[in-house]
């Protein structure tokens, strides 16, 4: 699967992209609100697992590359996530550092969105994140998410959940419909 933005490539990731992976998820500062950056080992666990969504639901996470240069920047994608104490259809993202602030994770996450409605006929979608994550809750509310809970949580001390459903998904891109002659 590939999916196309105004900028972007959301492409399906392979182990080839190791080395771009974990130039990312490696890093301390794009990972400071994890217990703590992967190592290789947890590198090539998270390509695995990756894969491994692939096979079993038809999405997970996508290697983000930069329409104009093929440069891997990131992932962003679909996966299942067990959000206090259900499992639902989360939209994550991890933007290297040097290309923060440019919009790349709002676009990724709003294509991921379409295909989660649109493709996998989810009734909502959920982004969740450590509470003091605001780079992430502000990401997930610039695509029409809103703020459901927060709860305390072992891993993150306390998680934020934003979520939107199919109806205030159609209502923000209505719009966008384009009808044929």
Known sequence: MQIET???????????????????LSDPETMQHYPEPYD?????????WTLD???????????????????FIGDCGITMQPIHGEW??????????????K???SEAAAAC??????KHGFPAVYSYMK??????????????????EEYDDPVNTITRVYCIDRAAWQARHSSEVVIDA
Request: aromatic share 14%; glycine share 10%.
């Open 6 to 24: 105004e900028r972007l490539i959301l492409r399906e990731m392979t182990e080839d992209d190791f080395d771009s992976l974990y130039g990312i």
């Open 40 to 48: 290789a080992a947890g590198v090539h666990r998270w390509i695995a």
């Open 53 to 71: 969504n692939y096979a079993k639901h038809g999405f997970g996470l996508w290697a983000v590359m930069l329409k104009e240069t093929g440069e």
């Open 88 to 101: 639902l259809p989360e939209i994550g993202y991890h933007i290297h550092k040097k290309h923060w602030r």
């Open 103 to 105: 919009g790349y994770a």
């Open 113 to 118: 969105i379409r295909i989660a409605f649109e």
């Open 131 to 148: 509470c003091s994550n605001e780079a992430s809750w502000r990401t997930a509310m610039k695509n029409g998410m809103r703020f459901v």
